[in-house]
């Protein structure tokens, strides 16, 4: 998983390139280089290490160019080294090369190219593809029948993009299953693995589509098919972002800055037109069995869609992670696939709705990229609106789609006549709070928050536990604080914990318990029998509970208290206050917050 960014233009690109790659630095962040053309041929520069970095360093900003593509890479074939660090070169040094996907077939590929006598200078899959660009041009000596070649001999997904000292005015990119799009200005043409590489410059884009090429000027750009050779008439698309969003607006980090957002982006999904939550409603209904599905942060959002949906429509509509749904989920015609995903470009969300569709079932999603992938591929969207999260660690666009699966819960019973329209008003009604009580809680309990975070960030081992809906809440909170914190937490169902996990509990393990308000009563009641079960064992417990101070007061080593709110909303807000504990238990630890190590925004390889 990478990020691809190129421009062509009048004068000098290197800093718009420059822009580029570090706006898409949440992709992937462990080597990353320029390719550039200068009066002597094509210019390669590379190294290991993020965006600033390798340009400080290298001082690549020296070299002038007005025409250039760079690439910012995450390790999937090969070690993090020079090497293996995009572009990769052909043996003539006429083409350079930039890649995001897998080339699923490229040993036996690297095989028949070293017959041919080339030889690789790295280990990854990517440097197919130059020398194969070498040697069908020897034989046409025309780039693009050459890339039409290439790509013929390709198996699995890509976007790729190249320039070539044959053609030195030209940048060339294709695409299947990778994501990839053009930025449409006057004076400079702009490529990138999504929106963010060009948002500061232009909001015009031309989202390139399976099985389709691109070749882009200063002053012009045609896209293609790969197959026929021709020209494809393609719409330009307003992006709705703003550049301004995508900044971190004063806050020390974009992971602080998008969980202070939650509050508008609750809004912006309450806002959103009732006739595309009804459609997916309509869906369900006309469906005999739905499937959630989501990976990583969003099967858990997923999880909870399970819990709302099942508790207010009285539906149970399994959640399944994506990468397990081919392999579980019994798919036919009557099936329906409710898909959650931020980037809408996973590869394991869009692998199992691609095999729901092939089994003829209906597909909808809730996704916040505007022409990505999974949008482009199911029945019905809904796009969330939640504006750029470009922190890789998930936070805002989770809430958001959270919120649209209650309003589709509480649609649903409406629906089924279980709740009827005053009912269903006075829900809503409650979920329109959210946004108020967020902003005031993150006003009045960050500097508690961080004190705690603080006083426990040398903590090893974290239990993460709450029961009903609050079990979700558990998973996804522990997950913040393995991605962000890099810290040792399980998210588990607290009736679970005395079917083996108690006899963990001593002074190393540390237990963080989501108590629901008391008018959940069973809930409520259950839950505190499970902190009673560890505190037995002196175990330590910090609660996150609804009860005014001193209420349980032996019951917990440490609170955490919020102001009382309605059940319907209650695990929503223990989730951001979670999240603020992982962001702070992250900063103690001087973790790169925005930038974990490990794991990438999306993940669009299997
Ligand atoms: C990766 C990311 C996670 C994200 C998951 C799903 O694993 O690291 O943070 O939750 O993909 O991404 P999506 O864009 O489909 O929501």
Same mark, same amino acid.
């Given at each position: 998983?990478?990020?691809? +960014? ?16 570090? &706006? ?20 390669? =520069? ?17 070299? %002038? ?26 043996? *003539? ?31 990854? *899959? ?8 070498? /040697?069908?041009?020897?034989?046409? =000596? ?5 890339? !039409? ?39 400079? $043409? ?12 232009? %909001? ?15 002053? +012009? /750009? ?19 972002? *703003? ?34 939550? *009804? ?67 996973? /590869? ?18 809730? @996704? &916040? ?24 660690? +998930?936070? =805002? ?19 089924? $006549? ?27 309990? +960050? ?23 609050? /079990?979700? @809440? ?42 629901? #308000? ?52 209650? #695990? ?5 206050? !979670? ?10 630890? %001087? ?16």
């Amino acid at each position: 998983m990478c990020g691809i +960014s190129g421009a062509v233009g009048l004068n000098d690109i290197s800093q718009a390139l420059y822009e580029g790659i570090r &706006n898409l630095e949440y992709r992937g962040y462990d080597s990353c280089g320029v390719a550039l053309v200068n009066s002597k041929g094509l210019v390669l =520069k590379k190294n290991i290490g993020g965006v600033e970095e390798f340009y400080r360093k290298e001082n690549v900003l020296r070299h %002038k160019s007005r025409i250039g593509i760079a690439h910012t890479r995450w390790a999937t074939h090969g070690k993090v080294t020079r090497e293996n660090t995009h572009p990769l070169s052909s043996s *003539d040094g006429a083409f350079a090369v930039v890649h995001n996907g897998i080339i699923s077939n490229y040993r036996f590929l690297r095989e028949k190219l070293a017959r041919e006598g080339f030889h690789f200078k790295s280990e990854t *899959d990517t440097e197919v593809i130059p020398h194969f660009l070498e /040697y069908f041009y020897k034989k046409s =000596k025309n780039v693009e029948a050459a890339l !039409a070649k290439t790509v013929e001999a390709l198996e699995g997904s890509f976007a790729l993009a190249f320039i070539t000292s044959h053609q030195p005015d030209q940048i060339y990119c294709a695409k299947r299953e990778s994501p990839l799009m053009l930025g449409i200005s006057d004076e400079i $043409k702009y490529l990138g693995s999504d929106f963010n590489a060009f948002i500061d410059h232009t %909001k015009n884009a031309i989202i390139i589509d399976d099985g389709e090429y691109a070749v882009i000027s200063r002053d +012009s /750009y045609t896209v293609k098919s790969l197959v026929t050779g021709q020209e494809i008439d393609k719409p330009i698309q307003k992006i709705e972002w *703003d550049s301004e969003s995508s900044k971190k607006g004063g806050y020390p980090h974009y992971m602080l800055k998008e969980i202070h957002e939650q509050p508008q982006t609750v809004n912006h999904a309450l806002e959103i037109p009732a006739s595309l939550t *009804d459609d997916i409603v309509d869906l369900i209904v006309e469906s005999d069995q739905t499937y959630l599905v989501g990976v990583g942060t969003t099967y858990y959002v997923a999880q909870f869609g399970q819990y709302i949906i099942s508790n207010l429509a009285e539906e149970f509509l399994p959640a399944i992670s994506a990468d397990e749904f081919v392999a579980l989920a019994k798919i036919d015609k009557g099936s329906m696939v409710l898909a959650l995903s931020q980037s809408g470009e996973t /590869y394991d969300t869009l692998t199992a709705l691609k095999y729901a569709k092939s089994k003829g079932a209906k597909t909808a999603a809730i @996704v &916040n990229v505007m022409g990505s992938s999974i949008s482009r591929l199911v029945d019905k969207v809904v796009f969330q609106g939640s504006g750029p999260e470009i922190c890789v660690i +998930s936070t =805002k666009a989770a809430l958001s789609q959270i919120v649209l699966l209650t309003v589709i819960g509480l649609k649903l019973a409406l629906r089924k $006549k279980l709740i009827g329209k005053k009912e269903f008003q006075k829900q809503i009604d409650q979920l329109k709070e959210l946004p108020e009580i967020i902003h005031a809680v993150l006003n009045e309990r +960050s500097g508690f928050i961080h004190r705690i975070a603080h006083q426990y960030y040398k903590v090893k081992h974290w239990l993460y536990l709450g029961r009903g809906v609050y /079990y979700p @809440v558990a998973l996804e909170s522990a997950l913040k604080m393995k991605e962000v914190a890099y810290v040792h937490a399980e998210g588990m169902p607290a009736g679970f914990l005395k079917h083996g996990t108690l006899a963990m509990i001593d002074q190393d393990i540390y237990s963080i318990v989501f108590v629901p #308000p008391r008018e959940d009563k069973e809930l409520y009641q259950a839950t505190l029998h499970s902190i009673e079960e560890i505190r037995a064992r002196s175990g330590f417990v910090l609660g996150i509970h609804f009860d005014e101070r001193g209420k349980n007061k032996d019951l917990f080593s440490e609170e955490l208290i919020l102001p009382p709110v309605s059940p319907l909303i209650a #695990p929503l807000l223990q989730l951001v206050i !979670a999240q603020l504990f992982a962001y702070f238990t992250a900063t103690s630890l %001087k973790r790169d917050v925005d930038k974990p190590r490990s794991l990438a925004k999306s993940v669009t390889v299997g």
